[in-house]
């Protein structure tokens, strides 16, 4: 079975600074991986998706994402935070690739960014 | 290029009642997954319709049914509603013959019960 960790529900930085946000997955077969953006009262946003070929994701509005197999983590990253990256972020797994099986969801992490 | 429309927006029903939800999936795509997001949680996936048919399911109960269109578009039943059922719901599109395209996500139904 799989399932995703993220670690740390709310997260707050200044403005310029370094976000990371915490994702631990688990499955018994090779993975593939997905972060998606939530801002208020809309879905669900693909920022960036690791499909086993580099292990170094770059992704919309300058988030990257480095799958770490050793440490079954793909954190999410973005240099210099701005304040319309305030939303709620959301790490998910699923076996295969494309849109034919689900996506197994974290809880998510309300990433606040402040002046 | 329409991406995922889900309608309607917003939906007040009582605790017993049933509802329906609907979808029109991007163009293009013949796949259609409904999710659950309750308050403060991550999605939970609740099934998925391919060639009119439920081809995968999550754990919700009987209550919870669907139906997709000639089209590709879904509907989402659900009955008995309970004050447990208020939540976001999310309908995702994508191509089942095209495996390097993520899912597409609509803007969602949120459903409050009374």
């Known amino acids: 079975a799989q399932s995703v960790t993220q670690l740390g529900s709310h997260v707050s930085v200044s403005e310029g600074a370094l976000v990371l946000l915490r994702c631990n997955y688990s499955?018994?077969?090779?993975?593939?991986l997905f972060w998606y953006v939530q801002y208020p009262n809309q879905g669900l946003q693909l920022l960036l998706k690791y499909t086993s070929a580099a292990t170094l994701v770059k992704g919309i509005n300058g988030f990257e994402a480095e799958f770490k197999k050793s440490e079954t983590s793909f954190h999410l990253t973005k240099p210099s935070a701005h304040m319309s990256d305030a939303a709620e972020y959301f790490c998910?797994?699923?076996?295969?690739?494309?849109?034919?099986?689900?996506?197994?969801f974290g809880a998510g992490t309300r990433l606040a960014v402040h002046p | 290029d329409a991406g995922v429309t889900q309608s309607p927006t917003h939906l007040i029903k009582t605790r017993g009642q049933q509802v329906t939800l609907r979808c029109s999936p991007k163009s293009g795509h013949d796949t259609v997954s409904w999710y659950q997001q309750a308050l403060g949680q991550g999605p939970q996936f609740i099934f998925q319709?391919?060639?009119?048919?439920?081809?995968q399911r999550g754990n919700f109960p009987d209550r919870f049914s669907g139906h997709q269109f000639p089209n590709y578009s879904s509907e989402l039943n659900v009955n008995a509603l309970l004050l447990g059922d208020s939540a976001l719901y999310l309908c995702?599109?994508?191509?089942?013959?095209?495996?390097?395209?993520?899912?597409?996500f609509g803007d969602g139904t949120r459903l409050s019960i009374l």
């Open positions: 499955s018994s077969v090779p993975p593939y």
């Open positions: 995702a599109s994508s191509s089942t013959g095209d495996s390097n395209q993520p899912q597409h």
């Open positions: 998910a797994v699923t076996p295969h690739p494309g849109g034919y099986n689900k996506l197994i």
């Open positions: 319709y391919y060639e009119e048919e439920e081809r």
